[in-house]
């Protein structure tokens, strides 16, 4: 537990050695430009070696399955396998392995909300947005302590939606520090050139920015809530101070030594790979 008195930041992060593959197993893949492969849900992927491991982690990139390397459960996987189930994994207990994929469905859910309101916390809120954050974490927390039948049963749905509200809030009085830019929400911006347009405190929570060219752009403050970054150019970009930025979504991205990332996010070791760009970050308020 963190000083808060909620999950400290290793158990909001996936530790795949003491899971047993459940994100190789319980959802379905379609073939894409993300994995290689049509798989259906509850079948485990081809790629899954008999100690639960990827066979081919050092290769996904290579081999067709980018889209493995930008999943995180959370912390939802090795929650499901140590504490739900005790250790007790779907190989051994085959009649077990539905229930436990069907539960992973929910935990995982459970867990995002968990980093959310964690990060919440973090942006020094006032006191009473803070109680209810902090009330929110409590309940949050409850539910993912319930047995394979209490969580199966818990809507996840209505949870999230309260616990949106409450952070929608948080998110825009941080943006309203600096004065809050546009409210880009939920727009589709895929493939679209934002180097001249001002996104410092913009809400982009959900925004669809795949592909987007976001050289050199400042997103201080901006609200990265959701939003869908795969293939997004960010090289040269300041994600510094980004509100809710998550490292699956800086790994899904393209970036350089020279984008500014939040120091609990460390530099994908992809990027290295990309060539520079001669951009450079412009601030605009």
Sequence with gaps: ????????????RADCARCFGLCCVA???????????????????????TDFGCTIHAELRDRGFP???????????????????????????????RQMFDVFAV??????????????????????????LAAALAETERLTGGDPGTLLATDVDTHRAAVNSLLSRTAEL?????????????ATLVGRDLRRTTLRGANLRGAVLVGADLR??????????????????????DLSEALFLHRSQVDAARG????????RIGRPAHWSHLPLAPTRTVRRR
């Design 1 to 12: 537990m963190s000083k808060e008195g909620g999950p400290t930041d290793a158990e909001l």
């Design 107 to 132: 935990m995982r859910p459970l867990h995002e909300l968990l980093w959310l309101l964690t990060e919440a916390l973090r942006l020094s809120p006032p006191a009473d947005l803070r109680a209810g």
């Design 27 to 49: 959802p379905a893949f379609a073939a894409s430009a993300d994995f290689a492969l049509d798989k259906p849900a509850g079948q485990p992927c081809r790629n899954l070696g």
């Design 67 to 97: 889209g493995c390397t930008v999943f995180d459960c959370f912390g939802a996987g090795q929650r499901v396998a140590q504490v739900t189930y005790g250790g007790r994994d779907w190989r051994g207990e085959p009649r077990s392995a």
């Design 256 to 263: 350089d030594p020279r984008t500014r990332l939040p120091e």
């Design 216 to 237: 050199g752009v400042d997103l201080t403050r901006a609200d990265l809530t959701g939003a869908d970054l795969r293939g997004a150019d960010v090289r040269g970009a």
């Design 174 to 186: 941080a943006r309203a520090r600096d004065g809050a830019g546009a409210d880009l929400r939920g």
